[in-house]
């Protein structure tokens, strides 16, 4: 599958399980989450407008879809491309080693109709709703497609039939992709621009509130967003840097740099967590800190390797595009979870 993942460069500046990953709340449990009493609520409350509580649950719902289907469905789509081909016609690559497995099990999908169903829920998002009116039934058909073919060739029916099914599943497969990803792209583009102007609104009032943990937190959300932005703008590929324009990618870096200090600096002072309210739920505040930390880490690999002409191997992928991308997707998911507060 391409990469449907219009970012910021092209659109405006946002994000996108890669194993739906090791968030201390799982992503596709966000829209549940209840804030205690006595903790402020990230944005304004009016009920039922941008800026909501129930927005922001809104968002951090889509936000994890949209990783969902650019993290582990991608990957899924990825290794079964390695091992059979991207191309209408079914080709099993010679170095493909089935008795070993093909990996292409996709989890915690019985979570995904919660996702789906927010398109009814207020308050409304009229175009990222109708994209995922849209998207639905083909999410639902490929999920359950790939869940079809990982079904056959788990258990090896493949030997029954000589690849027959697996023939025909390849087929079936490449008509619906061509249906799912436009669909895929339109959700991605109008999330991320409904997206960027929640955040505007959003750091507006953590400014007017003197919520500067929750401010510089989603400021280096930005700022890594804009480095994965540039990356992609720049061609750069998932396993080399070749190409990459250091300079470019330096200026990008520092603000990243800057932003996770002054973020850091505020989240480590015990006053300012209690004066902004988040004493009493710091255990997201720290995991949200350790997953910042971890892309800002990835970000500096990713500047050595391009400065030093590091080259990549099978056993050291740090400092790679790939592993940036899921370390932001991580942080993306926790910072939702860090806003809304924990259940």
């Not at 996702?115 to 109708?130: C, F, G, H, N, S």
């Not at 025909?168 to 895929?184: G, R």
Request: proline share 3%; charged share 30%; hydrophobic share 40%.
């Amino acid at each position: 599958m391409r990469s449907v993942r219009v970012r910021w460069g092209v659109v405006v500046s946002l994000s996108l399980l890669v194993v739906l990953l090791s968030s201390c709340q799982a992503p596709l449990e966000l829209v549940k989450i209840i804030r205690p009493e006595g903790t402020k609520p990230a944005a304004s409350t009016q009920e039922e407008k941008p800026g909501t509580e129930a927005a922001a649950r809104k968002y951090a719902g889509y936000s994890a879809l949209d990783i969902y289907i650019h993290g582990e469905i991608a990957d899924v789509l990825e290794r079964y491309g390695e091992r059979f081909g991207h191309k209408e016609k079914f080709a099993l690559h010679k170095e493909t080693h089935l008795e070993w497995g093909v990996n292409l099990e996709l989890k915690e999908t019985y979570k995904l109709a919660e996702y789906t169903e927010l398109a009814a829920k207020q308050p409304a998002l009229p175009d990222v709703d109708e994209a995922v009116k849209k998207l639905a039934p083909k999410l639902e058909d490929l999920v359950k497609m790939l869940g079809e073919i990982d079904t056959y060739y788990r258990f090896k029916f493949y030997v029954d039939d000589n690849f027959a099914k697996g023939k025909t599943l390849h087929e079936q497969l490449q008509v619906l992709l061509k249906e799912w990803e436009p669909l895929a792209e339109d959700f991605t583009v109008n999330l991320h621009q409904s997206l960027m102007k929640q955040r505007e609104l959003d750091l507006a009032d953590f400014k007017a509130n003197d919520q500067m943990i929750r401010y510089h937190a989603l400021e280096s959300i930005m700022a890594a967003e804009a480095i994965e932005d540039e990356l992609n703008r720049q061609g750069v590929a998932s396993e080399t840097l070749d190409g990459l324009d250091a300079a470019s990618y330096r200026v990008l870096y520092d603000r990243l740099t800057e932003e996770v200090a002054q973020y850091i600096a505020l989240a480590d002072d015990p006053e300012r967590v209690k004066q902004e309210g988040l004493d009493t739920y710091n255990s997201y505040g720290n995991m949200l800190k350790h997953k910042i930390m971890l892309v800002k880490a990835s970000a500096t690999d990713l500047l050595q390797r391009a400065e030093q002409s590091r080259t990549f191997d099978e056993h050291n992928k740090d400092g790679t595009p790939k592993d940036y991308k899921k370390k932001l997707q991580e942080a993306i998911l926790e910072y939702d979870v860090f806003v809304i507060g924990p259940e």
